[in-house]
């Protein structure tokens, strides 16, 4: 279900019996929050200003982990928006079940929930084409830590599934890796990429706390982009889209919409308890920046 109007009163809440707090419920990625993951709280926490409405962030990834129980527990807050979404989310499960408002970030693996999520298939398929447009025909996709991956988290496994399409449809040769969202790992990820096929010409990458190490790994190995290898990023915050040189191109992360529509999504849900679920899929468009260029190959025969 695309985006509608969620209606010109929405900021008209009842305020009996409210808290004015909402909850977030936000694993950090490993054992740190990424630069990322603090843009998305800082966007919902204003978002919810809006609202007159504060915002209590935890942690917490399963239903029995402690931060998660105490925000449940205390009645502290009116409702709660759930991050790092899995295909099997016990959280989401143990919300319905007790009828507690919530709203995700990500696509759960249920019916009849409330949520806003990119598009990460079509992200994925659409970067292999830009990719295929260039003249690259054999790509590797750089995807979030294997921990991550195997744990369910939708975003990884969507994100898989739209690469692989690309790369079936259009007839390419693909292969996928994992990767730890920080420098190092990102170095480490693309020297095992050229080291089993040195034919790579080009990655599409979900991994965006990765980006400068792939960087740093394809200059070592002696790779100039764009003119040797090309690098996408399925989507990515300015920050990270500009921190390198040259610039990346990717779809530009909508952290304000995201944020701005889950807060929106979570107030029409304490309006109306009986109002069915209502979900937004956004699409964004990748910006062609200054990391993309055509395949050596087809550029050299090109002359």
């Given at each position: 279900m695309?985006?509608?109007?969620?209606?010109?009163?929405?900021?008209a809440?009842?305020t009996v019996?409210?808290?004015?707090?909402?909850?977030?419920?936000?694993?950090?990625?490993?054992?740190?929050?990424?630069?990322?993951?603090?843009?998305?709280?800082?966007?919902?926490?204003?978002?919810?200003?809006g609202?007159?409405?504060?915002?209590?962030?935890?942690?917490?990834r399963?239903r029995?982990?402690?931060?998660f129980?105490?925000?449940?527990?205390?009645?502290r807050?009116d409702?709660?928006i759930?991050?790092e979404?899995?295909?099997?989310?016990?959280?989401?499960?143990?919300l319905?079940?007790?009828?507690?408002p919530?709203?995700?970030?990500?696509?759960?693996g249920?019916?009849?929930?409330?949520?806003?999520?990119l598009?990460?298939?079509?992200?994925?398929?659409?970067c292999?084409?830009?990719?295929?447009?260039?003249?690259?025909?054999?790509?590797?996709?750089?995807n979030?830590?294997?921990?991550?991956?195997?744990?369910?988290?939708?975003?990884?496994?969507?994100?898989?599934?739209?690469?692989?399409?690309?790369?079936?449809?259009?007839?390419l040769?693909?292969?996928?890796y994992?990767?730890?969202?920080?420098?190092?790992?990102?170095?480490?990820?693309?020297?095992?990429?050229?080291?089993?096929?040195?034919?790579?010409?080009?990655v599409?990458?979900?991994?965006e706390?990765?980006?400068?190490?792939?960087?740093?790994?394809?200059?070592?190995?002696?790779?100039v982009?764009?003119?040797?290898?090309?690098?996408?990023?399925l989507?990515?915050?300015p920050?990270?889209?500009?921190?390198?040189?040259?610039?990346?191109?990717?779809?530009?992360?909508?952290?304000?919409?995201i944020?701005?529509i889950?807060?929106?999504?979570?107030?029409?849900?304490?309006?109306?308890?009986?109002?069915?679920?209502?979900s937004?899929l956004?699409?964004?468009?990748?910006?062609?920046?200054?990391?993309?260029?055509?395949?050596?190959?087809?550029?050299?025969?090109?002359?």
């Open positions: 695309k985006k509608g109007d969620l209606g010109a009163d929405a900021h809440l009842p019996d409210r808290t004015r707090a909402l909850g977030m419920v936000f694993p950090p990625a490993n054992d740190h929050y990424t630069g990322m993951q603090l843009d998305f709280f800082g966007r919902v926490a204003e978002a919810a200003q609202y007159d409405y504060d915002i209590l962030l935890t942690t917490g399963e029995g982990d402690p931060p129980q105490r925000l449940l527990a205390g009645g807050v409702g709660i759930l991050m979404i899995k295909l099997v989310d016990s959280r989401v499960d143990h319905t079940e007790l009828g507690f919530f709203v995700t970030i990500g696509r759960p249920i019916e009849d929930a409330w949520w806003v999520d598009d990460w298939v079509a992200l994925g398929r659409n292999v084409r830009h990719l295929a447009d260039m003249g690259h025909t054999t790509i590797a996709f750089v979030r830590s294997e921990q991550f991956f195997r744990t369910g988290y939708e975003s990884a496994h969507r994100a898989l599934d739209g690469f692989n399409k690309g790369i079936e449809e259009l007839g040769t693909g292969r996928a994992f990767c730890g969202d920080d420098t190092a790992a990102g170095e480490a990820c693309i020297e095992q990429i050229l080291r089993d096929n040195p034919a790579t010409t080009a599409a990458t979900l991994s706390a990765s980006v400068a190490g792939l960087y740093r790994g394809l200059t070592r190995a002696g790779r982009v764009p003119r040797d290898f090309s690098v996408v990023g989507t990515a915050v920050s990270v889209t500009t921190a390198v040189t040259p610039p990346l191109t990717a779809a530009e992360q909508p952290v304000d919409e944020g701005r889950a807060v929106e999504l979570l107030m029409e849900r304490l309006k109306s308890p009986g109002a069915p679920p209502r937004v956004l699409r964004p468009l990748i910006t062609i920046r200054s990391s993309t260029s055509l395949c050596r190959s087809v550029s050299d025969a090109a002359f």
